[in-house]
């Protein structure tokens, strides 16, 4: 899990608007981010889906972590509508780097 995590905080937390030059989180305690919240599930999602369509991964990735996720009700997510969930903001991004570090291993 370590290996994931620092792969998306070179590449995805580095870019994130919620972080500050040295790419550290700005979030306070009270807020969370999804993608450390769900990282069990964001892997799982992409590891069992290889299909090269990004936004059927996308789809699938709702179907399994917004269902779970406190934000979302009645299948609308009050964050995702403001562009202030970085896990659907840079999903792609997120798949990516979770492929890269399988490529890496196997
Ligand atoms: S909000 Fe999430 S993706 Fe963005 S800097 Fe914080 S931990 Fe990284
Ligand atoms: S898009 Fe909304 S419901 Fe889905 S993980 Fe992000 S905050 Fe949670």
């Known amino acids: 899990m370590d290996k ?22 700005t979030l306070n305690e009270k807020e969370s981010c999804a993608v450390e ?4 599930q964001i892997i ?11 936004q059927e991964l996308h789809n ?3 179907e399994t972590v917004c269902v ?17 969930c970085s896990l659907d903001r840079y999903f792609s991004l997120i798949a990516e780097t979770i492929r890269r570090v399988d490529e890496e291993i196997t």
């Open 68 to 84: 779970q996720c406190r934000a979302q009700e009645n299948g609308n997510c009050y964050l995702r509508e403001d562009a202030n």
């Open 4 to 25: 994931y995590l620092k792969a998306l905080k070179q590449n995805v937390c580095a870019i994130c608007v919620d972080s500050n030059e040295k790419g550290g989180c």
């Open 60 to 62: 699938k990735l709702r």
């Open 37 to 40: 919240l769900f990282l069990p």
């Open 44 to 54: 799982s999602v992409v590891q069992n889906n290889d299909s090269d369509d990004i």
